[in-house]
């Protein structure tokens, strides 16, 4: 495999708002050959951009990010592999409140989205008699999660370590 990675940021922190701005571009080009499933390449790109407001002891975050992926299967000499580009958003927000000196609260939900690898498409073998077929068809995943934690800093002469519960 050869992997070609970027990834570039911005950020500009807007003191006069309590304001923090991040946008950035992830972008991967992936080609990889071998025995198991011939030669195929992949390409991954993404824009991304998040928002942090300040805001007395609360914090908040609201985040975007377009994810696209392109995958070609490359076969024989004069043959058309497959293609396959898919491309979707998916966001995310948090807060985090400052209850006390050291206890914080907070809370998260955000989206995920997941491309199948060339492994799980096109490797067709048999391994101590177990065969393993390709998935050509097989579709992005995607889900969401969400979270609720307490997190309780803790003084002890010279130690200093926290309690996090987060569920």
């Known amino acids: 495999s050869e992997i070609f990675y970027s990834d570039y940021q911005w950020q500009k922190n807007l003191k006069q708002y309590g304001l923090r701005v991040t946008i950035g571009t992830t972008n991967e080009f992936v080609r990889a050959s071998g025995g198991l499933f011939g030669s195929a390449t992949r390409l991954n790109n993404a824009l991304y951009s998040q928002l942090d407001k300040k805001h007395g002891r609360l914090n908040i975050s609201l985040g975007a990010r377009y994810e696209n992926f392109t995958l070609k299967e490359l076969k024989e000499e004069g043959e058309d592999g497959k293609l396959i580009s898919v491309g979707r ?49 097989l579709k992005p995943e995607n889900g969401w999660s969400a979270e609720i934690g307490l997190k309780q800093a803790i003084k002890i002469k010279n130690w200093m370590g926290y309690v996090d519960l987060a569920g």
């Open 89 to 137: 958003p998916i966001f995310r927000t948090g807060l985090n409140y400052q209850l006390a000196k050291a206890t914080y609260i907070r809370g998260s939900w955000g989206q995920g989205y997941r491309f199948p690898s060339m492994a799980e498409l096109f490797i067709k073998t048999d391994v101590s008699g177990l065969r393993i077929y390709p998935n050509p068809e």
